[in-house]
């Protein structure tokens, strides 16, 4: 597992905690189609994340 402001630092998405925050807090970020706004939510390999029109499948980045 992972969380979700980890991921999108990992995935290049936010270069710092504190930007992925923002997004996150901002409602930029959807986890299974559904606007996600606590950055501690631990996604599963299963999840999908969307931000900045962009999907990734959390199991295919982090293996």
Same mark, same amino acid.
């Given at each position: 597992?992972?969380?979700?402001?980890?991921?999108?630092?990992?995935?290049?998405?936010?270069?710092?905690?504190?930007?992925?925050?923002?997004?996150?807090?901002? #409602?930029?970020?959807?986890?299974? $189609?559904? !606007?996600? %706004?606590?950055?501690?939510?631990?996604?599963?390999?299963?999840?999908?994340?969307?931000?900045? #029109?962009?999907?990734?499948?959390? $199991?295919? !980045?982090? %293996?």
């Amino acid at each position: 597992m992972i969380k979700l402001d980890q991921f999108l630092k990992f995935v290049g998405i936010a270069s710092t905690g504190g930007q992925a925050k923002i997004m996150i807090t901002n #409602g930029e970020v959807k986890v299974n $189609g559904v !606007v996600e %706004t606590r950055r501690g939510r631990k996604l599963l390999a299963e999840d999908t994340v969307t931000v900045v #029109g962009k999907t990734f499948q959390v $199991g295919d !980045v982090i %293996t």
